[in-house]
């Protein structure tokens, strides 16, 4: 049963690249880490070196990028790294920066797969433990939607609608295990409307975004000169970015989801929403600490600005 078992990766490596929205060079090390310890960030330019966990508990800022904080430091944009992770089927790493944001790259995860490639990975002695959804549940806001129902598998179906000639409707539907994320996920790029940029920039946003790291859509078409990786590269990388965030969850996630229009804000209330729902899921296995872990998040349930639809 060693497919089964936790895993980590063989030796440390780095890389080096700008934050997507930050615009701030930043070297990021990612490091082995033991059976048990999960996906740990770590500010290394911060002299106590803060510690944050990558999970939802412990998610500040969910509206462009997925952020992660304490009271001492944040970090950003740790979506595409995190669904690197959960799609080679890493559970414990410790990923250090000197920055507040994950290095972008080329905008997608693949530059991350090839790290952990080069690292090689270990399996270890423990055995995986899987979220499983025993009733469905479902998070509604406007027209977007996300219900997670169960399922032996991890299977994404994801429809997105833009009133965009250069993208318009597109529906993925799939199993996801590591084969799938690597063929036919990894390589999605990030995304964005060059008529929004000036708003981005007066935010403080995409500040490091460019023809090099995010497909450019213009008025008509996609600016970028290569063109598009896939015909329908927008609604992959919103299936990467969904793996991405549900990692958080903590464990790998044995779910149907079903989403239509959704982003990081319905995936993080639909989490959040969750954990406060012990009767909606269950940890398969019996690893004595971890209930103990999932126990002890401890947050406002969901903002009574969104509408909830869940049902049981
Ligand atoms: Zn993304």
Known sequence: MM???????KKEVAVAGIGLHSGQEVTMTIKPAREGTGIVFARTDIPSVPEIPARIDHVVDCHFATTIGNDRCRISTIEHLMAAFSGMEIDNARVELN?????????????YVMLFREAGLKVQNRARRYIEILEEVSFTNGDKKVTLSPCSKFCVDFTIDFEHPA?????????????TFRKSIARARTFGFLKEVDMLHKNGLALGA??????????????????????????RHKVLDLIGDFYLLGAPLKARVKAVKSGHELHCNIMKFLA????????SGSEPEYPDRLSRWGYPVVSPSYGLAASF
């Not at 497919?3 to 990766?9: A, D, G, P, V, W």
């Not at 507040?100 to 530059?111: F, I, M, N, T, Y």
């Not at 790291?213 to 329908?232: C, H, P, Q, T, W």
């Not at 406060?276 to 940890?283: C, S, V, Y």
């Open 3 to 9: 497919s089964h078992c936790q895993k980590t990766i």
């Open 276 to 283: 406060e729902t012990p009767a909606a899921w269950r940890l």
């Open 99 to 111: 920055g507040p944001e994950v290095p972008a790259l080329d905008g997608s995860a693949s530059a």
């Open 210 to 235: 460019s023809l090099d790291n995010a497909v450019v859509i213009g008025a008509k078409a996609v600016i970028n000169s290569e063109g598009l990786r896939f015909s329908d590269e927008f609604v």
């Open 167 to 179: 993208i318009r409707a597109q529906r993925f539907r799939g199993k996801i295990d590591s084969r």
